[in-house]
């Protein structure tokens, strides 16, 4: 039980309220630490209860320890609009029986209505980083007393570039005595041990679970396509034949996520569409009618990969393959949240093959085949494979070069960072995360 935190009653009450039943894994591991006023780095997988880990130890400290000179006392910086939103929510929702008062800060809406906010001198700020430090630019000082600095989603804010962003907010959160606390997938993330080591001061690293490890409540299937047209008539047929509450389908682009949207509301499924073109409003918009309960299907990109909070959602189709397994793992962390079963189901076309196989192996998982009967199409995979999935290829005949190199050094590779001979710069390796390597051709 939630008691045995020592939480203050205004907590207790409304942890009551919202029928909190029992700590989940993170919650029992982080609170106590965050209590204890150390700075914690957690590792815990989407959907495993991690935001009530950190916020109800910042409102505990807030409301025990006050400071009613101050400006806000208290930041969470989060990657996208969608999660600063729910986060929003789930904060208001906790101090609903205090006097603390809490803001969202993102991009999307008008800067001088958010500057009145800050006027407003709310204790807790939700903010993403961009737009926050566009204010921080204009009003010296802004963040100088935030007594904790909360970190969520931090591989993810790294994954949109927003690293150097971070690290220029935290370093004008200068209170003496400020406690930070980061939440991640993963912590291995590259650029994540600078953050670490910059950020938070002798953490306490807690890992709940891995998220690569297998996600027990979703089954994870995949069905062979040939081309688009294909895929959409095995998605008419999965959401036919699948039983759901609602719908995720994820797609690669903007135009593929409206052309979609517009393929469904032709089959009379009551679909919606998110995308980064969107304006907040509009996309504020879809996600209150899918909270709702007002919409069977939402077509996205990976905008709404992060952040989306829904309960009903049971079913995740990823119509186009993830570019990596990070991305993979943030999609169908969408289903199967809080112990309930969710079913994730890719299509894949001869193009994907090598990337579903490397998503595979970087999550250690092997997704289970599928077919619609009387919609099997002609790609049925790869004839003859390897060991690690991919298809086996004919090698290339090596061409004969006759011209000598004019020295020694002409005929060696270049390294990182040389321009190989034809004046173009080395090629980079690909990052482990699951995305499928490819090889240059030649001459490139």
Not at 17 to 37: H, R, S, W
Not at 387 to 397: E, H, I, L
Request: glycine share 8%.
């Amino acid at each position: 039980m939630f008691t045995q935190f020592n939480l203050q009653a205004p907590l207790l009450k409304a942890i009551e309220k919202l029928g909190f039943n029992k700590p989940t894994p993170v919650q029992e591991q982080a609170i106590p630490a965050a209590l204890d006023k150390q700075d914690i780095m957690v590792c815990a997988q989407t959907g495993s209860g991690k935001s009530a880990a950190f916020l109800l130890p910042m409102l505990q400290h807030l409301l025990t320890q006050t400071a009613p000179n101050s400006k806000t006392r208290a930041l969470v910086l989060v990657p996208t609009r969608e999660l600063a939103r729910q986060l929003l929510k789930q904060c208001e929702a906790l101090a609903k029986f205090s006097n603390i008062q809490v803001a969202a800060i993102t991009g999307g809406q008008e800067f001088k209505f958010q500057a009145a906010l800050f006027r407003k001198n709310p204790e807790i700020i939700i903010a993403t980083p961009g737009r926050l430090l566009e204010h921080m630019g204009k009003n010296e000082g802004l963040m100088e007393d935030v007594e904790v600095l909360v970190l969520d989603e931090a591989d993810r804010m790294l994954d949109m570039g927003f690293s150097e962003d971070v690290l220029n907010i935290a370093g004008q959160c200068s209170h003496p005595k400020r406690q930070t606390m980061l939440f991640s997938a993963t912590l291995k993330q590259r650029g994540m041990k600078h953050i670490i080591d910059t950020v938070l001061n002798d953490p306490k690293n807690i890992l709940v679970d891995d998220f690569k490890g297998e996600h027990d409540s979703i089954e994870q299937e995949v069905m062979l396509a040939d081309d688009d047209k294909h895929k959409q008539r095995l998605l008419t047929w999965l959401l036919a034949n699948k039983t759901y509450r609602q719908a995720i389908i994820f797609v690669n682009t903007k135009v593929k996520a409206d052309s979609l949207y517009h393929f469904l509301g032709y089959h009379d499924i009551n679909a919606a569409v998110l995308q980064g073109d969107m304006s907040q409003d509009e996309r504020n918009h879809v996600m209150v009618r899918m909270q709702q309960k007002g919409i069977d299907v939402l077509v996205a990109t990976d905008v709404a990969a992060r952040g989306l909070d829904v309960k009903q959602i049971d079913l995740v189709v990823n119509f186009d393959m993830p570019r990596s397994g990070d991305d993979y793992v943030h999609r169908i962390g969408r289903t199967g949240r809080a112990g309930e079963q969710g079913v994730a189901v890719s299509l894949v076309d001869h193009t994907e093959w090598n990337l579903k196989c490397a998503i595979e192996r970087y999550l250690r998982i092997e997704m289970t085949q599928k077919k619609a009967k009387g919609l099997e199409g002609q790609y049925k995979g790869p004839k003859k494979m390897k060991s690690n999935g991919k298809p086996v290829g004919k090698k290339p005949a090596k061409k004969k070069d006759n011209k000598k190199p004019a020295n020694k050094k002409a005929g060696k590779k270049p390294t990182m960072g040389q321009k190989a001979s034809n004046g173009k710069p080395a090629s980079k390796p690909r990052l482990g995360d699951g995305s499928a390597p490819f090889k240059p051709k030649r001459g490139e």
